[in-house]
């Protein structure tokens, strides 16, 4: 069954500072990756996804995030946050190009900015 | 407006009594597909929708039904709601036209449910 790890439940980071946030995956081969923001008390936001090709993907708010088959990761990354990137992150594995019909997401990393 | 309309966003009800999470997308997307989010727990999939009248159960189907009768709406039907059924209820749909071509997730705003 395909399955998602966010091995980091909550971060904290001074503003300026870089971030990097974790995601695993497991499943039989290369599945779309999907890294999604959500924000207090909105829905979920894409940010980035990974279908093929470039290993490293440019998202949206200056994020960025690289396919390491050989790990099994799809890390999320950005070089210098800023408060507004105080949110819930979410790493999702889509399946169903495979013909498994399941989009299944990681539980979560919550992101605190420290000023 | 591209957008996926949830509503009640916001409801408080008793033990037993049916309640109806309706759902709505103006895209013309194929898939739907409703999450609850609880803390600690992140996203889980409760039932999809892969198009009109082809729906099927997700991670945590128990005590839920769907249906989809019309490609634009995916009601999420709660028959007999429980304490435990207390949650977030997001709905979301995507392109996926079964040929190996699938997109991103576009999301309602949520529906935050109490059951008393």
């Known amino acids: 069954a395909q399955s998602v790890t966010q091995p980091d439940i909550h971060i904290t980071v001074s503003e300026g500072a870089s971030l990097e946030l974790r995601c695993n995956y497991s499943?039989?081969?290369?599945?779309?990756l999907f890294w999604y923001v959500q924000s207090p008390g909105q829905g979920l936001q894409l940010l980035l996804k990974?279908?093929?090709?470039?290993?490293l993907v440019q998202g949206i708010k200056g994020f960025e995030a690289e396919f390491k088959r050989s790990q099994s990761s799809f890390n999320l990354r950005k070089p210098s946050v800023h408060w507004s990137d105080a949110a819930e992150y979410f790493c999702?594995?889509?399946?169903?190009?495979?013909?498994?019909?399941?989009?299944?997401f990681g539980t979560g990393t919550r992101l605190t900015i420290i000023p | 407006e591209a957008q996926v309309t949830q509503n009640p966003r916001y409801l408080i009800t008793v033990t037993g009594k049916k309640l109806t999470v309706t759902c709505s997308q103006n895209?013309?997307?194929?898939?739907m597909s409703w999450y609850r989010q609880d803390p600690g727990l992140g996203l889980r999939q409760i039932y999809y929708?892969?198009?009109?009248?082809?729906?099927d159960k997700g991670d945590v189907p128990e005590g839920y039904k769907v249906s989809r009768k019309e490609k634009r709406n995916f009601p999420l039907i709660l028959e007999s709601p429980s304490p435990n059924q207390t949650s977030l209820y997001f709905c979301?749909?995507?392109?996926?036209?079964?040929?190996?071509?699938?997109?991103?997730?576009?999301f309602g705003e949520g529906s935050r449910l109490t059951v008393l």
């Open positions: 499943y039989g081969a290369t599945p779309y």
């Open positions: 990974y279908f093929s090709g470039d290993t």
């Open positions: 929708s892969m198009n009109v009248e082809v729906t």
């Open positions: 999702a594995v889509d399946g169903r190009v495979f013909g498994n019909e399941k989009l299944t």
């Open positions: 979301a749909s995507s392109l996926s036209n079964g040929y190996r071509e699938t997109g991103e997730l576009f």
């Open positions: 895209m013309n997307h194929e898939y």
